[in-house]
């Protein structure tokens, strides 16, 4: 062995070696193994055997920095435990401790993103509050613990965003600022009980959709979908279908701009409901409209292939639906029409159509518990169509749509001509969800974006200004922050004040993550957070999920039994 090999594979600190193996280097940390690919970039962490990165496959593995391609490295010099380099984008150093990787960033660049992408044998993360995801998921927070293989974590510190699923994987995208220099450690490390006791399971909400609990019965609906299922005019949807279907009851865990519940949610594709199916509540039926956010191709040769995997993906959404334990029926929706700057939306829109309607005919569902919803024919049908649906329907517009599905409704389910609003059986009420904590200080879950209703008793008022704010609690999310700020009074004193607001749409505006409510000036107590329901007014308090009796249920609201 040569003077220079040899030093090159001694220790660097008393458990860390660095060696250049061919254009590549390894490190051996005091349990953790790491290669730096020839790009200068880490591309597998293992702890005692476990790997935490994605190895390069179906997607490009590891760590790596991407703009207009694949950033490389270049000039890379190793002094001591690090390893340098540069790019167009700015300086990287990774910095290799026994226990952990620092990645240091000195970011020159714009419109560039640092990604991770995280071994699919990781199964689980916690976020910074403490909340426990299934992977691949959506989360924001400085601080994030994976779980993997053999009681291994993978602990990373830095702001950062998660999301996908991107080919089945779990992307880690870090915060890079112009101008600034961005920290993140990654330690691999052991499972402790401290790992164990801070991981909540996301409390989950059932609801009771026997509909029985009303005269007439209530026929209960979870609406799923993207943008177009709720966002802008998107709740008037439910509220021209009540006028069709008075004892329509909307289940979901989001609400919109009336108050109506529903399972949809801005910028999903397909796959991204699939990947929250767990989280869509189980009823007896569903109307799902989806399907566009696939279909923005950009060049005439994608049309066909994009319809037919759009189609695949819809078929294997609808079997999903029908394995809930409830399901009686699901409304399956042509995806609507679109008039757009990009025309070749429409075209691949309408293609898929095409497929889904040819599998409708040859059974790929059972017609007892799937019908097909036809709104592209009649819609294009209209003279004059596009200013009404454009990519969301305007208000007018869903007057149509809501028409559409509400005949579809009546004659699936064979319902009589002539309804009543339902009447509430002695002693029922809506269940409600108070997501305030008052022992964390915080909401129990991140708020999904919506409209909420913050309510409280207003003991003491102390200031000219005083005030109540609702905000992000992690401070180290500052994109899509949340800031509202409630003025009190000091003749508000001894009453109850309530207080409606939207969070702003997911992704525009608004990062899901857990809410802080502090006080300035003032005192307060019986916090409550809830959905905003479509009487606008607070629910009785109470704390977790309870049922309200005592509050009279709106139309569109599920009526159940304590």
């Known amino acids: 062995m040569s003077l220079l090999t040899l030093a090159a594979a001694l220790p660097l600190t008393a458990d860390v070696i660095l060696q250049k193996d061919g254009k590549q280097h390894t490190v051996t940390g005091a349990a953790?193994?790491?290669?730096?690919?020839?790009?200068?970039?880490?591309?597998?962490?293992?702890?005692?055997?476990?790997?935490?990165?994605?190895?390069?496959?179906?997607?490009?593995?590891g760590f790596y920095l991407s703009g207009d391609g694949f950033t490389k490295l270049e000039n890379i010099s190793v002094e001591g435990n690090k390893l340098s380099g540069t790019c167009k984008q700015g300086t990287i150093t990774w910095?290799?401790?026994?226990?952990?990787?620092r990645c240091t960033i000195d970011y020159t660049g714009d419109k560039t993103a640092f990604y991770g992408i995280i071994s699919p044998t990781v199964k689980q993360v916690v976020t910074g509050r403490g909340m426990l995801h299934e992977v691949p998921c959506k989360a924001t927070s400085g601080r994030l613990v994976f779980f993997g293989k053999n009681d291994s974590v993978l602990e990373i510190t830095g702001t950062a965003r998660l999301w996908g699923p991107w080919k089945d994987h779990q992307v880690w995208q870090g915060a890079l600022r112009?101008?600034?220099?961005?920290?993140?450690?990654?330690?691999?490390?052991?499972?402790?009980?401290?790992?164990?006791?801070?991981?909540?399971?996301?409390?989950?909400?059932?609801?009771?959709?026997?509909?029985?609990?009303?005269?007439?019965?209530?026929?209960?609906?979870?609406?799923?979908?993207?943008?177009?299922?709720?966002?802008?005019?998107?709740?008037?949807?439910?509220?021209?279908?009540?006028?069709?279907i008075p004892t329509l009851a909307f289940v979901g865990t989001h609400t919109a701009v009336h108050g109506y519940s529903h399972a949809g949610e801005g910028g999903n594709s397909i796959d991204r409901v699939i990947a929250r199916i767990k989280q869509i509540p189980n009823c007896p039926y569903y109307s799902l409209l989806i399907g566009t956010n696939n279909n923005s191709v950009k060049s005439a040769d994608k049309v066909e292939p994009t319809s037919k995997r759009s189609a695949a993906k819809i078929e294997e959404l609808v079997n999903l639906l029908l394995a809930k334990p409830a399901v009686r029926h699901v409304f399956l929706g042509s995806i609507l029409p679109c008039y757009t700057k990009n025309p070749l939306r429409d075209q691949t829109n309408s293609a898929t159509n095409v497929i889904l309607r040819r599998r409708m005919a040859e059974g790929a569902f059972s017609a007892s518990k799937v019908s097909w919803v036809e709104y592209e024919k009649p819609i294009r049908a209209?003279?004059?169509?596009?200013?009404?649906?454009?990519?969301?329907?305007?208000?007018?517009?869903?007057?149509?749509?809501?028409e559409i599905l509400a005949n579809q409704i009546r004659k699936s389910l064979k319902l009589p001509d002539a309804l009543s609003s339902p009447v509430p059986s002695a002693g029922a009420g809506v269940r409600v969800w108070n997501l305030w904590d008052g022992t964390l200080k915080e909401t129990i879950v991140p708020p999904i974006a919506g409209w909420y209703t913050l309510?409280?008793?207003?003991?003491?008022?102390?200031g000219a200004k005083a005030a109540v704010l609702v905000q992000t609690a992690d401070q180290a999310i500052t994109k899509g922050k949340l800031e509202r700020r409630f003025e009190v009074k000091p003749e508000q004193s001894g009453k109850r004040l309530v207080f409606n607001f939207y969070t702003k749409a997911?992704?525009?505006?608004?990062?899901?993550?857990?809410?802080?409510?502090?006080?300035?000036?003032?005192?307060?107590?019986?916090?409550?957070?809830?959905?905003?329901?479509?009487?606008?007014?607070?629910?009785?308090?109470?704390?977790?999920?309870?049922?309200?009796?005592?509050?009279?249920?709106?139309?569109?609201?599920?009526?159940e039994n304590p």
């Open 32 to 61: 953790y193994t790491c290669q730096i690919a020839a790009n200068g970039f880490v591309k597998r962490l293992a702890y005692k055997g476990a790997e935490l990165l994605a190895l390069p496959g179906k997607t490009p593995g």
């Open 95 to 101: 910095e290799f401790l026994p226990d952990r990787v």
């Open 178 to 244: 112009t101008g600034e220099t961005s920290v993140f450690e990654f330690i691999p490390r052991d499972l402790t009980p401290a790992d164990t006791a801070r991981a909540r399971t996301l409390p989950t909400i059932t609801f009771d959709t026997a509909g029985t609990h009303t005269t007439p019965n209530q026929v209960p609906l979870c609406m799923i979908g993207d943008s177009i299922t709720w966002a802008g005019h998107g709740d008037y949807w439910r509220k021209y279908l009540l006028e069709h």
């Open 382 to 402: 209209i003279d004059g169509w596009e200013p009404l649906i454009r990519l969301h329907p305007n208000p007018k517009g869903y007057t149509i749509v809501a």
């Open 455 to 462: 309510s409280f008793d207003l003991d003491k008022v102390s």
């Open 506 to 559: 997911e992704g525009y505006g608004y990062t899901r993550a857990c809410l802080s409510i502090t006080t300035d000036q003032c005192e307060i107590r019986n916090i409550m957070l809830e959905k905003m329901r479509p009487g606008k007014t607070a629910s009785t308090y109470g704390g977790n999920i309870f049922m309200d009796t005592k509050t009279k249920p709106e139309p569109g609201e599920l009526v």
